[in-house]
């Protein structure tokens, strides 16, 4: 479905489209209000006709994916739990835990894990019983690290394992976390007894620890079913007026190996449409293998046919899709439900916390609506040294890490033993706004009410309605020029929270609000304020440690990274490079003379420049004073 611009509002598949997108449009009291809307604006409907159901299911994911429409709304942030990322497009694969799930590629993303405590438990166990990288980083060029002695690792760093070596290691891995731990405890009971007759004893040894830390991670986690053989899902959800928590508990032989969680709106259709768009979501991402033989609902879906028509193909093998009414399996239904219960009451918690602190923080400064989207400003450095900037943002009380920014500050004033964190400060409001900058008009409201300034060709969604800076009234001052010179001041609310009494500044005033620090609108300034410091003192130390590993030759001109390592090669340190003539520089494969007096030139500048009016003396013309001048230079 698209508007009147061409954009696609909406994506759909059904085997009976008529009857489906007549649904959008009848004049119906309980129509919910985002189909009303959508409904409004539909100008153009697009029709794609595939051969099979399987074939609709998958062409949907790809295109909800790909346009992302704005009335997809189910499971398009899927930041509140975490994932398990295992790098499969690199050599030697990285596993770590990470909120972003990028969408492609050969990476594999396994979850959202609710409770990321146990996740972690988890992985430091899988890192303690099988041989895998431990850093992201190497900790030295030439040798591996104390991992490397203590059997944690199979020396990555220097490639002392083979990547495909590693792969299969990884590989095994990769199962936990699909929940084939039975069919990995057979295989290495296999590999552990073949090793043995063999005489082995070392590598049986080994791979008994193995199966000693794989039987712990589920040594009570049993879950009692007849046919605990059967690999299944159960999946259920709660809901209030706003939002939807669903689970998904992942059962394999009566185990339960994975709790993972979901959070949506809860107008996003009925439980049964939420559920099985959850469903496609999540087999959508994972291997054919992992599909169970049997997933329990909690609630009828809508095209139960075509969910087990695609999920029976892909794996090979039939997919049932059951609603239990009774005895064992609906007492599994009842758990999910009664923990989807508990995470719908932390949820709702946390928002009753954010309302009531926006509703508080609007009341102290006098704000007309809620601040739907704060930022939030701190500058980071060491006596002037890599000095940047942070730009941290909460939407509705939340931290919304997609709209962080970082900022390296380039005013030359501010270098090593020189620092101003009000000139940054500046620097950095105005790099932020810039695109919002406006020329004196007479169209400004003269009433003193706030207008958003209009920004050519872009959005205004990033428009903040609070702008609060961690600071006194100094870096509140820099501030407030900075914007009174684009002519923003009055659109821009902007205030200052000082660190020592927790202390809010107004522009303008020289004496603090009357507030509390505990009080619920001052805690979400802290926790903004705090998460600003975080985020900058994060990206300080990246640049200052950057700087530590860069070599001085990237200062110079024309030198390339390869030319670089030939130079070190050459010369084993910068030390010898240093000391040596230009023709010794030059008798390096791939520099030439002229790139050799260059380097020679950048160690020693004095030297360069007076060889160059050595030169210069010279040729001057041939008469007695510049005879004499010209020898006394060559001398």
């Given amino acids: ?19 489906r997108v007549r649904s959008y449009f009848r004049q119906d009291h309980n129509r919910e209000p985002r189909i009303a809307m959508m409904a409004m604006q539909v100008v153009e409907i697009e029709v794609i006709v595939t051969d099979t159901e399987a074939e609709a299911l998958a062409l949907e994911a790809n295109l909800i994916k790909q346009h992302q429409p704005h009335f997809n709304i189910l499971l398009k942030d899927d930041k509140k739990y975490p994932f398990l990322c295992i790098t499969w497009s690199e050599a030697y694969p990285r596993i770590f835990i990470t909120r972003k799930r990028r969408k492609g590629g050969r990476d594999r993303y396994y979850g959202p894990y609710v409770d990321v405590g146990t996740l972690r438990r988890t992985l430091n166990i899988v890192k303690r019983v099988f041989p895998l990288r431990q850093r992201p980083q190497p900790l030295f060029k030439d040798r591996p690290c104390l991992n490397y002695d203590m059997g944690r690792c199979p020396g990555v760093c220097q490639q002392l394992i083979s990547s495909e070596d590693y792969h299969k290691t990884v590989q095994k891995v990769a199962m936990i976390f699909q929940g084939r731990t039975q069919e990995l405890e057979d295989i290495l009971t296999a590999q552990m007894e073949k090793a043995a007759e063999d005489l082995n004893f070392e590598t049986a040894a080994r791979i008994r620890d193995q199966l000693r830390g794989i039987r712990s991670l589920s040594a009570d986690q049993k879950v009692s079913l007849p046919d605990d053989t059967v690999s299944r899902d159960a999946i259920a959800l709660m809901t209030d007026d706003q939002h939807a928590c669903v689970q998904l508990f992942q059962i394999r032989a009566g185990r339960l190996v994975g709790r993972l969680g979901f959070v949506t709106d809860a107008q996003a259709g009925s439980p049964g449409a939420i559920l099985q768009r959850v469903l496609e979501d999540h087999y959508a991402t994972v291997e054919n293998i992992e599909i169970p033989a049997e997933i329990l609902v909690q609630h009828p879906l809508p095209d139960v046919d075509i969910l087990t028509a695609a999920l029976t193909e892909r794996r090979g093998r039939k997919v049932s899709v059951d609603v239990p009414q ?13 923990n989807a219960g508990y995470e719908l009451a932390r949820t709702q918690r946390f928002a009753d916390r954010n309302q009531q602190a926006m509703l508080d923080l609007a009341e102290i400064l006098d704000l007309p609506d809620l601040p739907h989207r704060i930022e939030g400003y701190d500058i980071s450095h060491i006596q002037g040294s890599d000095a940047v900037g942070s730009q941290v943002v909460f939407i509705d009380g939340l931290p919304a890490k997609q709209h962080y920014r970082h900022y390296k500050i380039k005013n030359p004033t501010v270098q090593t033993g020189h620092s101003d964190d009000f000139a940054s400060l500046a620097e950095v409001i105005q790099r932020r706004f810039r695109k919002y900058r406006r020329d004196d008009s007479p169209d400004s409201s003269a009433n003193g009410s706030r207008k958003r300034p209009s920004v050519l060709g872009g959005s205004q969604d990033d428009f903040p309605d609070l702008v609060m800076i961690d600071g006194g009234k100094g870096q509140l001052s820099a501030v407030v020029e900075a914007l009174r010179e684009m002519n923003l001041l009055e659109e821009v609310k902007v205030i200052s929270l000082a660190k020592q009494r927790e202390e809010i500044f107004l522009p303008g005033e020289s004496l603090p609000l009357s507030t509390e620090a505990e009080q619920p609108g001052v805690q979400l300034l802290r926790r903004l304020r705090d998460e600003a410091h975080r985020f900058a003192v994060s990206f300080h130390r990246k640049q200052r440690s950057d700087r530590m590993r860069r070599s001085r030759l990237e200062d110079i001109p024309g030198l390339g990274l390869h030319r670089q390592k030939q130079l070190l090669a050459h010369f084993r340190s910068i030390d010898y490079l240093r000391e040596a003539s230009p023709k010794q520089i030059a008798e390096v494969p791939g520099i030439g003379s002229k790139m050799a007096q260059q380097i020679y030139n950048y160690f020693h500048p004095n030297q360069g420049e007076d060889i160059q009016e050595r030169v210069r003396e010279t040729d001057r013309p041939n008469d007695e004073e510049g005879t004499v001048e010209g020898q006394e230079a060559i001398a």
């Fill in 1 to 19: 479905m698209r508007d009147a611009a061409d954009n696609i509002l909406y994506i759909g598949k059904s085997r009976s489209l008529r009857s």
């Fill in 326 to 338: 009774r005895q064992t399996k609906a007492d599994l239904i009842e758990m999910v439900e009664r």
